[in-house]
Structure formats: structure tokens, C-alpha cells
């Protein structure tokens, strides 16, 4: 049966279309029902005995719901009690355009042959399909389309042995309506607070608007959020501004607004105090109105955490105390306050419960893992079996009469403090996709045992005479690439950097490609690695190990005595690597005078080389930054660290670093020059001269001059930073100007024109060198061998709009992947200092606040913070210098870079928020207590007799 569909379109010109399309009806669309004997069924999902354990649906029973149920309720949903569902594709569709994450966890559910979830095609299907009457909203007909979907199951299965059809929904007029229909229908909450089997579901329910008015406070504490009619025209005359909002991590009561103007330019607005928040959430999109000049203020210096009592009101003068802004004319910023929320971008949070002091009470205050999110008030029976777990919340939303959002209990994740459990937090608070690879990937992978065949050799070259090493960190199992050099018979040298060849097993648009999309990125923990794509890739078929044969996409280089590039050529290869070495051992080989070996000769040729590249980089203004990385070493059995120390950089780190460089911006020049408007390029943006305030005024308090008009001129500035009797100033000074810097990103060379790569000071750049652990890799293998002519392409490889989107996400991800990172070498600092007691170590301060210094531990590669209480509280006089930032303590001035010794112990007194604390030993400050170190609290045991 066909009908049509008419409706009509406005273009982006502002022409009006219309469309018609054609939408077929059937009659052979099956139920879906073991119990059905009317439909010729191809296979079944609901089940005959469809009970589930219920005070309020003793009967077997199957469970239609509307779109509002799976979006507020999906936590529910999601639980193995909830089974034999029937998800109308009217509610797919509707799910579908109003939240692609839930549609994703609804389709999860629907693939999960143990739930019982049945999709059933109701707007395909004769009896159910129904046309919008009238006058009637697209919601209204929905709704309909919901209730005659319910009815045509009721009477479908109409026998007394059939399950019995349950619909569940929160609208009141849809209640009614199929009430009088016959229908048997529940409010989604009546029906869960009716389970037997899992009474702790309750605490997963999403707040009903009822339950909202219920706990919620009298008293009005924020303003109104717009409608987002008002925003959209605000914005479209300028009296507003859209831009995410960015929480700050140090003071809740601060916040700012980034504004993205275009590609090009961008800005930021400050908000400051409770109202002008006025319930933001961090990431959300909103919309800022700017304040009149005269109300701009400064950036807060006061580190200030929200840790105060669950009280829904503060004080305009505690709110002032707090945030301590300085509102001279110095330092003051563009500032506003929120006017309205375009978009949440809320999230389940992990975090810990803090019970009410309330005895009986079932309404506690959940306070998030991360910083930057507020805390959120939850109902739940269940607080003493969670409390000291860890758990995860979702926000419900947020009334203006209360100080905190709303939300509920969506799942215990383990015991806070436990390895396992709070590695499990690290990675879902950065939304790294970590679960185990699905049978629909790994089936994508090659059948073992594997080996080249004489299809894989078409259109390589065979280089597995050449002496080709690697050379990587310690215990490096994805072994990306390798290196070759070798004199040629003219006086010049010709050197190979070989890529592991993945595209080779990972083709475009599979499940495993898109897997490995999806992840974006190999994320490196301490002592665990998450990969990109499965192991037997990632550390075996795919990984460059020394003496096996292994595919590979090689840059090979025809380079003079002066390193000058004479000619360049790419292929496909197959390699053999004579030797897998850490960087140590290369070095050990280069500095060996004994030996002289083809692969010493090829790694002395190729350290050569480096540094004649390095230093014509510097010399074209190529920055040489510097932060502190450290290495843990773990024990073997228990996975503990034992061993802190920062990395050592080798001369063998950046020889292998030069021809990475060199490789990938070799490759960038090439897909470019193919083509101009889709190749996946890198580019690392000049920051905007405000950010070098700090580093300048910092450089300046050691009378040193510092020139950042161009990265030239930065470069040399910094080669030239020399303070006498001060070795570690040139470090600490390349500290700084990394915290300067923007973000490296990926984009699609057809939708920017600014390829720059300020760092690396290279007019065009990208990534080719790490296919095993960076997506964007494998795209510019894929474009490079098209444009070789040794593979085809494909649409998407094409689409500069799809490779701009793919970029984004590849972007988003590579950042999580790095807080990721950072966040679990903070826990394991933690950890090892958990045994070590209190430990005093000399360092230097990076930064001064308000009521605090930030102090750098270089034999840790630590950064601690330092408190003052103010005079207030412990007597202290506290004296804030903005302009040459100093902060004097009674009658001791700390300045950036200042020598300080501290005391370095765990404070695991707040076992959510378990920290590194530092406390000042010298200079000594009267009132500023010290806690006594190991050695000292020794001396002070009694001794026992032996």
C-alpha cells in the first residue's frame, strides 16, 4: 500500500520547498511475540512468559513507553529487570532528533538479545500507521500514534494465555486518553515504585516536575532563564552572546564564557558570583549578556573550593570575601552574567555521597569527582549501603529557588580509594571509551596464523634487506616506527622512516574502522594502556618488532652532508627490523666507540643527521618548551608504584623526534599538494598576546626581557634567559611558556586557510607517524595512498565537511585522552606518597595567589599548593601584588621563581578528594605551622630495649 507524505522546507537561501515522498504501508511486519501464532515471524524477541515480579502487574505483561519515559528515564530502563519492551519506531525516531546519546544507549538495549527489547516498525505498518489530522501538533499525533500502536498490540494478542500490553507514560492527557481507550496504563514512577525484584530502582528514577515542586525552597535564589524565542533574537541583535561555559576548578563562584566569533577569532567573558551563574552547569552552550564597562571586573586570585554547609542561600558579602576580585583598572575583563541555557550538556557524574546529618532524612547532597561541576542534591534509601562508594548521578535539573541541581542515583562503581575503582571514575570523568572490543569489531580482524601473502606484496617494495631498527621507550609494544640510514655511493645518505601500514587492515567503513574513529585515540595510564584498536594489531600484525616481516608505509629521502633534502619518495613496503631498542640502548650503541655494526653506523648516521635538523628548526623559530614528565615503576605483582622520578631525554629521543617531524611534514606537503581541499592537516595556533601576561611579568621580576611578537623571537629570548647561580631558571622559564600555549589541532585543509604550525615553526604539518594509536594517522595513510596510486578512494575521504566533523571529534578526544593522562599520574603520585609519610623537598614557586603560592617540586615533576589562612583566621597579614605578582606574608615576600622548601605528604582526610599537601619549612613565617617530618616524629619514639 502507498501513500505520500507532504510537507514543505525552508532552504538556507530562505526559498520554500516542497517535498513529497512516498511511504509504503505493509501487513507482513510481525509482532515480535513468542506467544503470536497470527505473524509469519522470521524470529522473536518478546517472550511468552513475559512476568515480571510486580505488586501493581501480577499478570504477564509487555511494557510500551513513550519518548519522554526513554529520555528522562533511560538509567531505568537500563537495568536487567526492566525486559520484554516493545520501542515503537515512532519513539525511535523522536529519540533520534532530540538526543543522539540516548538513542545510542536505547539501540544498545535493542541489540541485547537477553532484554527483550523488540523494535516495532509502527509507522510502516497498515493497521498502526495513522496520518496527522488537522490542527493537530507533530507531538500530539505522536501520541497517538503511541496509543493506537498499544491498542493494535491489546487486540492483536487477545488470547487469555497472551501477555497483556502495559502502557507507561508521564503526560497526563496521554494517561487519560488511553484510559479511555481500554488501555492499561501507568505513570512510568507508579510502575517502578511497583517492582518487587529490584526495589533500589526507585533511586534511579529521574525527578517528575511533582517531585521537583516538592523539594525544592521558597525562597526565589536566581533569576529566570530566558525562553529561547528571547535568546535567538538576542543574539541575532547583539545584546547577546552565545558561547560554552567553562566552570573554574579553584572557585566555584567563577566561571567564564568562551565566545567563538569564526574560525580565526575567539574571546572569553568573565562571570563572577552566584547569580550571574545562575546555574550553569560546565560545557553547556549559553547565553551571556554583557555587563555596562563599569562593572568589569578581575579575575578572582583566591583559591576557593565549595565545601560549606548545604544551605540554599549566601550573603552578596560572603560572595564578595570569596571571590576577593580586584576592580582597579588593572586586569579587569569583559564580564557578564547568564541570561539563559541554549543547550545542557549535562552527563552521569562520579562522585561520593554526603549523607544528611538529618537522621531518617532520604535527601542527601552528592558532591561530583570533578571540581568544576557543582554539587547535586539527590532522594535516595539507600545512603548507608553507598556510603564510601563510589557512585555515579545524573543531573535532573536545576529550580531557581535552590542552590543546587536535582538528580538521582544511576549506579555504585566500588569502594573509593580502591585502584580499580577509581581508575574506572578516571576514565569515565574523561569519556574515554574503554569497554571491551564487541564480537562485530574483532570479527573484522585477520584469521590467525598470519602471514604476507603475494597479494599483500602488490604495488610494494621489498626493503627487508635494508637495516631497519626501532627505537622506543621502555616495555613499547606498539612499536609505530622505525628508521634506516645508509651512505650512498654519490656522498649523500638515504634515509627511511617506516610506519606500521594499519590501513592495510583496516578498511573504510567497517566495524572495526569505526570503532577505532569512535576511540580516536590510544590513551596511555599509568601501568595500563587503553588501546585504539584490538591487541592482536596494536602489539603483534601491526607493531614494527625486530625480526619479523612486517607491512609497512615508508618515507624514504635521498639527504646531503647538510641534512638538505635532495629527493623524496613514498611506498608501501615490507620490512624486517634488525633490532627493537629503548632509547637508552640506542645511546649506549651511538656512544660505544667499540662498536661498528651496521645498525650502530645507521643510528650514528641518523643522530647526525638530527642535529643539523634541529638546529636549522631553531634556527627558523622553532620553540624548545619544556614541562615535567615523570616515570613511575611499578611492582611487579601488586602494580604499586615504588619509583618516582622525572624522564631523561636523550640525545636518541630527539634524533628519532627530527625524522618524525620531518615525515610528517613531508607527508602534509604531499596530500595537500593531491588534495587541496580535504587533506587532514595539523596546525598549532599563535596564542593571543594576554596569554604571555604571567610569563613576561615573571621574567621581568628577574630583570629578564622577554620579546613574543613572533616565536622567533620568543625562541631566542628564551635561549638567551640567563639568570647567574640560577641553572634551573631556563626550565622553569620554558615551564611557563608552555602553560602559554593554545592547543594543537587537526582540520581539513578545505575549510581553513591558516595551516601555520606555530610550535614546530613549519608553514604545513600533519600527523602520519602513529597509525597504531591516532586515528587522524590512518586517514592521511589512506589519503597519501591514493594520491600514490597503491589504494582507491572512497566518498568520505573526499568530503571536506565529513573530514572537517571527523576532525572535531578526533580533537575533543585527543584532549580527553591528555587529562586522562595527567589525571592518572596525579593518582598515582598519590599513591606512592600514601606509604612515604611526610617528606621535605626544595622547589621553586611557579605561581602566586591571593591567600596561596604554587610551589614546583622538580625531583617529583610535582606541583603542590601552599595556603595562608588570612589574618581573619590565623593572624596573618596577607599583602596581594597583581601587577609584579608577589604575595608578602607577614613580612616575607614570595615571588615567581623564588627558592622554598616544603613538606610534601598525603591528605587523604577527604578520601573523594585525596591530595598532594604542601606546608612552607623555609623561610620560616611565625604562625605558619609545619608539620614534623618522618625522621623528626622517629626521633621522638620511645626506644625499645633489645
Known amino acids: ?197 529490584n526495589p533500589e530502582l526507585v533511586d534511579r528514577l529521574a525527578l517528575s516536575n511533582d517531585d521537583k515542586n516538592n523539594i525544592t525552597g521558597s525562597r526565589v535564589l536566581f533569576p529566570e532563564h530566558l525562553p529561547l524565542s528571547k535568546i535567538q533574537a538576542g543574539i541575532k541583535s547583539g545584546s547577546f552572546l552565545q558561547g560554552t561555559f567553562k566552570a573554574s576548578r579553584d572557585n566555584y563562584l567563577e566561571a567564564k564564557v568562551f565566545i567563538q566569533k569564526d574560525e580565526e577569532d575567539s574571546t572569553e567573558v568573565l562571570i563572577q558570583g552566584l547569580q550571574n551563574l545562575n546555574r550553569a552547569v560546565h560545557q553547556d552552550v549559553v547565553a551571556v549578556q554583557l555587563l555596562p564597562r563599569s562593572q568589569w571586573v578581575a579575575p578572582s586570585s583566591v583559591i576557593l573550593q565549595d565545601v ?110 580502591e585502584k580499580d575503582t577509581e581508575e574506572e571514575v578516571l576514565l569515565l570523568e574523561h569519556d574515554v571509551p574503554h569497554q571491551a572490543f564487541s564480537q562485530a569489531v574483532l570479527g573484522f580482524l585477520p584469521k590467525m596464523p598470519w602471514s604476507i601473502k603475494p597479494e599483500d606484496m602488490v604495488g610494494r617494495e621489498d626493503l627487508r634487506h635494508l637495516t631497519v631498527c626501532s627505537v622506543d621507550p621502555p616495555g613499547c609494544t ?92 613514498f611506498t608501501k613496503s615490507v620490512i624486517n627490523s634488525k633490532a627493537s631498542m629503548t632509547y637508552a640502548e640506542a645511546q649506549m650503541r651511538i656512544d660505544d666507540t667499540d662498536k661498528n655494526d651496521n645498525i650502530t653506523k645507521s643510528l650514528r648516521g641518523l643522530n647526525k643527521l638530527a642535529k643539523i635538523l634541529k638546529k636549522g628548526r631553531i634556527e627558523k623559530g622553532a620553540l624548545t618548551l619544556s614541562s615535567v614528565e615523570v616515570r613511575f615503576h611499578m611492582d611487579s605483582e601488586t602494580h604499586d608504584p615504588i ?49 604571555y601576561d604571567v610569563l613576561l611579568k615573571a621574567a621581568k621580576s628577574k630583570d629578564v626581557l622577554l620579546r613574543t611578537d613572533s616565536a622567533k623571537a620568543l625562541a631566542d629570548s628564551l635561549e638567551a634567559a640567563k639568570v647567574d647561580g640560577f641553572s634551573y631558571f631556563n626550565t622553569l622559564l620554558r615551564i611557563l611558556a608552555t602553560r602559554c600555549m593554545m592547543q594543537a589541532v587537526y582540520f581539513c585543509s578545505g575549510m581553513d586557510s591558516d595551516f601555520h604550525h606555530y610550535g614546530l615553526a613549519s608553514s604545513i604539518y600533519t600527523h602520519f607517524t602513529s597509525p597504531i594509536r591516532r586515528y587522524a594517522d590512518i586517514i592521511v ?94 593572624g596573618l597579614n596577607l599583602v596581594f601584588d597583581e601587577e609584579y605578582p608577589s604575595l608578602t606574608v607577614e613580612q616575607h615576600t614570595f615571588r615567581i621563581f623564588d627558592r622554598v622548601k616544603v613538606t610534601i605528604s598525603l591528605d587523604d582526610s577527604n578520601i573523594q578528594r585525596q591530595k598532594i599537601r604542601m606546608a612552607l619549612t623555609e623561610p620560616e613565617i611565625p604562625g605558619v605551622s609545619v608539620p614534623a617530618t618522618d625522621a623528626e616524629t622517629q626521633n621522638k619514639k620511645p626506644k625499645l630495649d633489645r
Open 643 to 691: 619509583e618516582l622520578q622525572t624522564k631523561e631525554l636523550m640525545e636518541t629521543n630527539s634524533m628519532v623526534e627530527e625524522f618524525m617531524l620531518l615525515a610528517n611534514i613531508s607527508v602534509a606537503k604531499k596530500i595537500h599538494q593531491e588534495f587541496a581541499e580535504c587533506a587532514l592537516l595539523r596546525k598549532h595556533p599563535p596564542p593571543p598576546p594576554s596569554n
Open 478 to 569: 606498539d612499536i609505530d616506527d622505525a628508521l634506516h640510514c645508509r651512505a650512498l655511493g654519490n656522498g649523500n645518505f638515504e634515509v627511511g622512516v617506516h610506519i606500521a601500514d594499519v590501513s592495510h587492515f583496516i578498511r573504510p567503513g567497517n566495524a572495526l574502522d569505526k570503532e577505532a574513529a569512535n576511540r580516536g585515540t590510544t590513551v596511555y595510564l599509568c601501568g595500563k594502556r587503553i588501546d585504539m584498536v584490538p591487541e592482536l594489531l596494536s602489539s603483534n600484525l601491526c607493531s614494527l618488532r625486530s625480526n619479523v616481516d612486517r607491512l609497512a608505509f615508508s618515507s624514504i629521502w635521498e639527504m646531503n652532508q647538510e641534512a638538505q633534502v635532495v629527493k623524496t619518495r
Open 308 to 417: 560549606g554547609s548545604a544551605k540554599d542561600d549566601t550573603t552578596e558579602e560572603e560572595e564578595e570575601d570569596a571571590l576577593g576580585s580586584c576592580k582597579g583598572d588593572v586586569d579587569r575583563k569583559p564580564t557578564g552574567k547568564i541570561v539563559g541555557i541554549i543547550k545542557r550538556n549535562w552527563r552521569p557524574f562520579c562522585g561520593m555521597l554526603n549523607i544528611s546529618q538529618i537522621k531518617e532524612s532520604t535527601r542527601h547532597l552528592f558532591t561530583p569527582a570533578d571540581r568544576c561541576i557543582p554539587r547535586i542534591r539527590i532522594e535516595t534509601r539507600q545512603a548507608s549501603t553507598l556510603a564510601g562508594q563510589r557512585i555515579m548521578v545524573a543531573i535532573d535539573g536545576w529550580p531557581k529557588d535552590s542552590r543546587y541541581p536535582n538528580g538521582h542515583f544511576v549506579r555504585t562503581l566500588g569502594t573509593a580509594g
Open 1 to 197: 500500500m502507498l501513500k505520500s507524505k507532504t510537507f514543505v522546507k525552508k532552504t538556507r537561501t530562505g526559498r520554500v520547498m516542497k517535498i513529497v515522498r512516498e511511504h509504503y504501508l505493509r501487513d507482513d511486519i510481525w509482532c515480535g511475540s513468542e506467544a503470536c501464532d497470527q505473524c509469519r515471524q522470521e524470529s522473536t524477541v518478546l517472550q511468552r512468559e513475559a512476568c515480571i515480579e510486580s505488586n501493581l502487574c501480577s499478570f504477564s505483561h509487555y511494557i510500551i513507553i513513550d519518548t519522554n519515559v526513554v529520555l528522562h528515564q533511560i538509567d531505568v530502563l537500563e537495568d536487567p529487570v526492566i525486559c520484554n519492551v516493545v520501542i515503537l519506531q515512532t519513539v525511535l525516531q523522536e529519540v533520534r532528533h532530540r538526543s543522539a546519546p540516548i538513542y545510542k544507549r536505547l539501540k544498545d538495549l535493542i541489540h541485547v538479545g537477553d532484554r527483550h527489547f523488540y523494535a516495532f516498525t509502527n509507522e510502516h505498518h497498515r493497521d498502526t500507521f495513522i496520518e496527522r489530522e488537522p490542527g493537530e501538533s507533530a507531538n500530539d499525533r505522536n501520541d497517538r500514534a503511541i496509543r493506537v500502536a498499544a491498542k493494535w498490540y491489546s487486540e492483536h494478542l487477545a488470547k487469555p494465555d497472551d501477555p497483556k500490553v502495559v502502557l507507561l507514560t508521564n503526560d497526563l492527557g496521554n494517561h487519560q486518553k488511553a484510559q479511555e481507550s481500554g488501555l492499561i496504563v501507568y505513570k512510568f514512577e507508579e510502575y517502578v515504585k511497583g517492582l518487587i525484584a
Open 781 to 874: 595513510h589512506r589519503l597519501l595512498a591514493v594520491a600514490i596510486g597503491a589504494d582507491s578512494t572512497y566518498p568520505d575521504l573526499m568530503d571536506k565537511h565529513k573530514q572537517s566533523a571527523l576532525c572535531n571529534s578526533l580533537n575533543y578526544r585527543h584532549k580527553m585522552s591528555q587529562y586522562a593522562q595527567r589525571a592518572s599520574v596525579a593518582f598515582h603520585t598519590q599513591w606512592f606518597f600514601k606509604t612515604r609519610g611526610i617528606l621535605s623537598e626544595e622547589g621553586f614557586v611557579l605561581f602566586v595567589r591571593k591567600n596561596a603560592i604554587i610551589v614546583l617540586i622538580p625531583k617529583f615533576g610535582l606541583e603542590g599548593t601552599v595556603f595562608f589562612d588570612g589574618k581573619d583566621k590565623a
